[in-house]
């Protein structure tokens, strides 16, 4: 039978009906007795105890672990923490001819965020191209043709530049819940030399990638096809070739040497809703949209089928909707097996 963690209140009755049955005092209590006060300051104490318990009782099994303990836990089975990464730029600024950009030059998003170059170059036809890497790690919402500035001047170069090339958005640091379902994967598959699972295990240690399906003898005997995506993207959750390349040469360093890996990008299949809510504001818009992305999160893979009564059921579930009419689709959304399901454009009837 579970225990029940008695409230302060029926602390202070018990220790209140023990000490009255005990000292042959009936209903007699003095307001400011020595008595009274105690009837306050033992429970108390011993309603902390009581609290501290319930949270050691926690830290003792891994999903309702904090993420102190989940850390714990985690090194136990081998895994670590996944760093932050910092984000990698392209600019191009103009200038005069023969002008030098030179590396450890800053220049500034209008976010703030600021990079470093850390590949400079020549003005050649009235342009240059620079690489830049951000000063702090953690992902960066930025697109390509996004204005930077330079934040001091460099003789013969525009201060305002271009992003042309956004090589790698950059990761925040992995949080609680993104290490515990590693974790709790890694308890409920674990290794087996290259067998099933082992993929998959492999690719999400990687910084980014957040979800992973492999899939036997994909192109014959021996073969293994791995595809995985980046949830945390803000343009496309599809890996780009860099990244591809990375998880590729990342898990090619621990499989079996005798498996030959095919690491490829699936094709994203966009839901795009037809759909009315009630109360129409932009706050319940916002939060139907975001619980769709959170449904597409937990329940999409590749030749996977999302219900319709589970897109239903996240509608319902936005905070501060009272009705919503769906009018597309209309049944299951289903997707090919080289492609996922993400939610594309709602249209808003």
Do not use: C
């Amino acid at each position: 039978m579970a225990f029940e963690r008695p409230t302060l209140a029926t602390l202070v009755a018990r220790f209140r009906g023990d000490w009255k049955s005990r000292a042959d005092i009936g209903d007699a209590w003095l307001r400011r007795a020595v008595e009274g006060i105690l009837a306050i300051a033992v429970p108390g104490l011993t309603h902390g105890l009581h609290g501290h318990l319930a949270w050691i009782a926690k830290q003792v099994i891994f999903d309702t672990a904090d993420i102190e303990q989940v850390l714990r836990w985690a090194r136990i089975f081998g895994l670590s923490r996944k760093d932050p990464t910092k984000s990698l730029l392209v600019l191009t600024f103009t200038g005069s001819n023969g002008s030098v950009f030179p590396t450890s030059r800053t220049a500034q998003l209008v976010s703030g965020v600021r990079y470093v170059s850390t590949i400079g170059g020549t003005v050649a036809d009235g342009s240059v191209s620079v690489t830049v890497e951000a000063e702090t790690a953690g992902l960066v919402d930025v697109q390509a043709g996004a204005a930077i500035t330079l934040t001091s001047t460099i003789s013969g170069i525009t201060s305002t530049g271009v992003v042309t090339t956004v090589t790698d958005r950059g990761t925040n640091l992995e949080t609680r819940d993104e290490l515990l379902a590693r974790l709790l994967q890694r308890i409920r598959t674990p290794p087996r030399g290259g067998g099933p699972g082992d993929y998959v295990s492999w690719a999400l240690e990687v910084a980014g990638v957040t979800r992973a399906w492999e899939y036997a003898n994909m192109n014959g005997l021996g073969t293994v096809g791995l595809a995985f995506v980046l949830d945390g993207e803000t343009v496309s959750i599809v890996p780009d070739s860099p990244k591809i390349d990375e998880v590729q040469a990342y898990v090619d360093a621990r499989k079996p040497i005798t498996a030959t890996l095919d690491v490829f990008a699936l094709t994203e299949n966009p839901l795009n809703p037809h759909l009315s809510i009630s109360p129409d504001t932009s706050a319940t818009r916002l939060a139907a949209e975001a619980e769709l992305k959170e449904l597409l999160v937990r329940e999409a893979s590749p030749g996977g089928t999302i219900l319709i009564s589970h897109i239903r059921a996240a509608l319902s579930a936005a905070t501060g909707e009272n009705d919503y009419t769906l009018t597309s689709p209309t049944s299951n959304f289903e997707s090919d097996p080289d492609e996922i399901a993400v939610l594309g454009s709602i249209t808003w009837v």
